[in-house]
Each structure stands twice: as C-alpha cells, then as structure tokens.
C-alpha cells in the first residue's frame, strides 16, 4: 500500500507522472473516477486552502469528503505508543486509524508540530503513527513537511517555463513576527533538488539553515537530477540572476521553542521582507508563496500585486495535483 506522506518517498518518474494527471484533470476537472469513495480529512490546524481543494476535489470527481476537527468537533487523539492516556486525548491512533479504515477509502491529516522539543517533532511521529495504524492509504495535508504545496508548486513552475531543469530557484527566508514550521521551506528545498532546479537556500545566518535531514536529502536529490544547492546568507548574490523566488518565514532551529530568545535573531532581519527592489534584481523571476501570506510583513503589496507574482495559481493548483494524488493512491489514475 502507498501512502502520500514524502515526496522523497516518490521517484522523479512517479512525481513527474502525478503532475500529468494533474494538468490532465486541470484541462477536465468534472469526472466521476471516485464515485463510491470517500476520504476522511483530519485537520489538528486551521486550514482555508487544503480543507477546501480536498473536498472539493473529492466532489468533482464523484467522491465524497468527511472533514474531522480531532479536540472540537471530534474526540481528542493520543498519538504516542505505551503511553498512560491520562491527559485529555480521549481517543488513540491506533482506534482512530482502525475505525476509518473500515469506514473511508484514504485518510489525510494536518497537524503542525508541537515547538517544543524538535528532537521528536523532527521524526514526524503523528503521521507516521497514523499511517502505521492505517490499512488505507494516507495522505500528508502539513506535518513537518506539506508535498501538496510542493506538487502545486511544481505545476505552477511547469506551466510558466516548460522545463524547469538548472533554472534558478531562490528559497529566501523572509520576515515574520513570530518564529513558524519549517514544513514549507523543507518541502520547496526538497521539490526544486528533485526536478532539478539550480536552488539558493537564503538565509540570514546559519541558525536559520533548515534540519540536516533535508539539507542531506537535498544534496542527493541534486547528485541525481543534476541540479545544484547553493547556501547563501547574502541578499545580492541570491537574487542576482534567479528566475524564481519562492518566499517563506521559518523558525531557528537552534531556538526551537524559545521563541523569546529567537526573537534576539529575527528582529535584526525585517529587511529580508521580499520587495520590488529585490525582485529587481533578477532574472525577470516570478514569485511565489504557499499562502497565508501578510503583507508588507513577508511581502510587499507591490510584489503581491505584480505580474509575476503566481501565488494564486499556485493555491489553484493545489486543488489538482491533490485530486492526482487521491485517484493516484486509490488506483484511479487512468480514465
């Protein structure tokens, strides 16, 4: 059984062929290819876009969506083995999973670490709980890393410049008020290695480099597409030349859960915030963000605004490559 929770997980090849179908159900996006299916959606966070594409993606190809607020408008879930469920988790995962198997035809969840301890939330356990209980596929909607934004992200890349192959992708950290997860920054560093990309992680300082763990999948992920990585903690040099920028707010790792010392950090750098004069600075890029974005906080409105701003294709997109994934997981793929 295949589940959708990495995209390291999945071959080029198989990403590649997801994003077909993609851009296939785009073009024809009323089908009746999951007629009698359903999926279950667990949402631990707040959502707009990926609550919405999910059910809605599901009703258009005939399905249907049972959206789940485990804590509000469903019981409490406990996610960690062997433990004395004394808190105020009423429900574990393993009856969880067990019960939705029986019911649904794929599971998706959403739940954003806790910021306590990144020693445990970088093994991505809550998902990986779920998945282990589950006997139908699962589907990552956010945990640690968020692979819809990427195969949105991907699609949106392919519709604007064919291949993507050695086109240079700034992943830039920018500004936000509080410390965020790293989810989509890993994921955007993870998609632009994989599909080849010549990809510049910027980022104020080392504190802000992203978790080993991804720093290292993407070194493979170049050795075998033939793209490149490049750390850079120099505005100037980063953007110089890019084709496209792709803008996100994340925590420091090293203060993981301190947010009061990591604040001693990030407000030294409100001038990362993405404008008009660093998007001048490149190769006539496009930008983009996965959404929620503040303005003139990460962005400014002139950026936002512009032409080249392709965020809202992105946030589209999200609604086809989550319908690929669903018929893809469930066997539907061919019409």
Excluded at 99 to 115: E, N, Q
Aim: aromatic residues 8%; negative net charge.
């Amino acid at each position: 059984m295949k589940h959708f929770l990495n995209t390291q997980d999945w071959s080029a090849e198989a990403l590649s062929g997801l994003l077909d179908l993609a851009t296939e159900l785009k073009a024809n996006p009323i089908n009746d290819r999951l007629a009698g299916k359903s999926v279950a959606l667990l949402f631990l966070n707040p959502s707009m876009r990926t609550r919405t594409s999910f059910q809605l993606g599901m009703q258009q190809m005939g399905g249907i969506a049972i959206v789940l607020e485990p804590g509000k408008d469903a019981w409490g879930v406990e996610f960690q083995p062997e433990v004395v469920m004394d808190g105020d988790a009423e429900e574990h995962i393993a009856e969880v999973a067990g019960v939705l198997s029986r019911y649904v035809d794929l599971i998706g969840i959403r739940a954003f670490p806790k910021f306590k301890d990144w020693s445990v939330d970088r093994t991505d356990h809550v998902i990986k709980a779920l998945a282990k209980h589950s006997s139908v596929p699962v589907i990552n909607m956010e945990t640690i890393v968020h692979p819809c934004q990427e195969l949105a992200l991907m699609q949106t890349l392919r519709e604007r410049f064919g291949s993507v192959k050695n086109r240079k992708m700034v992943l830039t950290w920018t500004w936000h008020p509080r410390p965020l997860n790293t989810a989509v920054a890993n994921s955007a560093l993870l998609i632009g290695t994989k599909f080849g990309l010549d990809v510049t992680l910027l980022c104020p300082e080392e504190a802000y480099l992203l978790d080993e763990q991804y720093m290292e999948a993407a070194e493979a992920n170049v050795a075998a597409s033939g793209g490149s990585l490049t750390v850079s903690h120099d505005i100037e040099e980063a953007y110089a030349g890019a084709e496209v920028v792709y803008a996100k707010s994340w925590g420091a790792l090293p203060f993981y859960g301190r947010p009061e010392e990591e604040w001693e950090l990030r407000k030294n750098y409100r001038h990362f915030m993405v404008d008009e004069a660093k998007m001048a600075m490149t190769d006539n890029a496009v930008f983009s963000h996965c959404l929620p974005l503040r303005r003139n906080i990460k962005a400014t409105d002139g950026v936002m605004d512009a032409d080249y701003c392709v965020a809202i294709d992105e946030a589209e997109n999200r609604l086809h490559v989550q319908k690929a994934v669903m018929l893809t997981l469930l066997g539907k793929e061919s019409s």
